[in-house]
């Protein structure tokens, strides 16, 4: 299948669910292909990859940081980023905030929670998320719009299932008082499993591009 091919096929699929295209690695011509099918949402994992793909892309479109943020990189998005799922720890609000108020914008955000079993996957535990949220004044230019999980790299979907409903009752506990919106869950993988338990945002990136070759 296309890149085209597939991007209509996904939206087709996911209706209400916004597609976010995961673009990581892949070179400009390949997001062009996916933007000429009428895709505007990508996600990058690596904010100066983003950056310089913003700089040839059109300005239509609207750019998702999904990786781990490193805070000293947060200057060369906070002018264009639509939205950062990858909030985990303090030390990157208040730098999204001070950049942020920079450049006279809000920036929208949501909180990563850790959910697998695998400890190498990041995120805050719902001790932290409560914490957290206790202190969003602190924070008048980020907005948090809701939450993002990632579930174990297994094929178990009950495992899987699992991890997404637990996110999900966290994101429900907030969604009325905090007005979320967002609840970012599920790859190439397990996009049905996030879907069926009340996925806004999928991510989904080998599925539409092929497979990343990170040697290249
Ligand atoms: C790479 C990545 C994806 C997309 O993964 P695929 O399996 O290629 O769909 C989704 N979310 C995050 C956070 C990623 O880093």
């Known amino acids: 299948m296309s890149i085209a091919e597939s991007i209509e ?3 087709a699929e996911l209706g209400d669910v916004q597609l976010v295209a995961v673009s990581k ?3 400009v011509e390949d997001l062009q292909a996916a933007y000429d099918a009428g895709q505007r949402h990508f996600g990058e ?3 100066q990859e ?3 793909k913003h700089e040839e892309l059109p300005k239509d479109i609207c750019w998702h940081m999904i990786g781990h943020i490193q805070t000293n990189k947060i ?3 906070a002018s264009f980023v639509h939205l950062v799922h990858g909030v985990d720890r303090k030390k990157v609000l208040v730098e999204l905030n001070k950049q942020a108020a920079k450049h006279g914008r809000t920036i929208s955000c949501l909180l990563q929670m850790h959910i697998a079993k695998e400890d190498t996957k990041f995120g805050l535990d719902e001790g932290e998320l409560r914490e957290v949220l206790t202190e969003l004044d602190q924070y008048p230019n980020v907005r948090v719009e809701g939450l993002m999980g990632m579930a174990t790299n297994t094929s178990d ?3 899987i299932g699992a991890e997404f409903a637990h996110l999900k009752s966290l994101f429900d506990e907030f969604q009325e008082s905090l007005e ?3 609840l970012s869950m599920g790859m190439s ?3 049905k499993t996030a879907v069926a338990h009340g996925s806004t945002h999928v991510r989904i990136g080998s599925a539409i591009f092929g497979a990343r070759n990170y040697s290249a």
């Open 157 to 159: 979907v009950e495992v």
């Open 9 to 11: 096929k996904y939206r």
């Open 45 to 47: 994992n690596k904010i």
């Open 180 to 182: 979320w919106t967002t």
């Open 25 to 27: 690695t892949k070179p």
């Open 75 to 77: 200057k060369y998005m």
């Open 50 to 52: 983003m950056a310089a």
């Open 189 to 191: 993988g397990d996009y």
